[in-house]
């Protein structure tokens, strides 16, 4: 799996920022999550990454799942008893989780709505993110 080269010049310049370098495992990491958003597990991002790459261990997945989200490529996104999953979408949005299929969707939130967020905030107070998420059952699963 390869990455377009705006996404490598992108992971090699947080990589060099944060005092890394690129790897060939990180790359594919990293070109997975872009290739299908769907909010995957460590261990579901672990075997996409063997049809690629059959010689990746579990622990070089979560190393590279751990760099990527510390130099802010990735989002972590949690919910309750549920396995961590990674998001690549690093605009400003919310998720819906479905706790009928499983299925996690991000939700666009408009420029306004953040700024009518941050302006909630108590005086002197100031966030760098704001994490919103929905649970519930998507239209698929509604009754």
Do not use: W
Not at 3 to 23: F, I, M, N, V
Not at 39 to 54: C, K, L, V
Not at 89 to 117: M, P, W
């Amino acid at each position: 799996m390869q990455l377009s080269p705006q996404y490598k010049e992108l992971l090699d310049d947080a990589l060099e920022r944060s005092g890394q370098r690129s790897t060939k495992q990180r790359e594919h990491i990293f070109a997975l999550l872009l290739e299908k958003r769907d909010h995957p597990t460590a261990d579901e991002i672990y075997a996409r990454a063997r049809e690629g790459m059959p010689s990746i261990s579990l622990a070089t997945v979560y190393n590279c799942l751990e760099t990527l989200t510390d130099t802010s490529l990735i989002r972590q996104v949690n919910f309750e008893r549920e396995p961590t999953r990674y998001c690549p979408n690093l605009t400003q949005h919310a998720h819906f989780y479905c706790r009928e299929s499983g299925e996690i969707v991000d939700i666009e939130l408009s420029d306004k709505l953040i700024a009518e967020l941050m302006a909630t905030l108590p005086e002197g107070f100031s966030a760098q993110h704001i994490d919103i998420a929905y649970d519930g059952k998507c239209g698929e699963c509604h009754d």
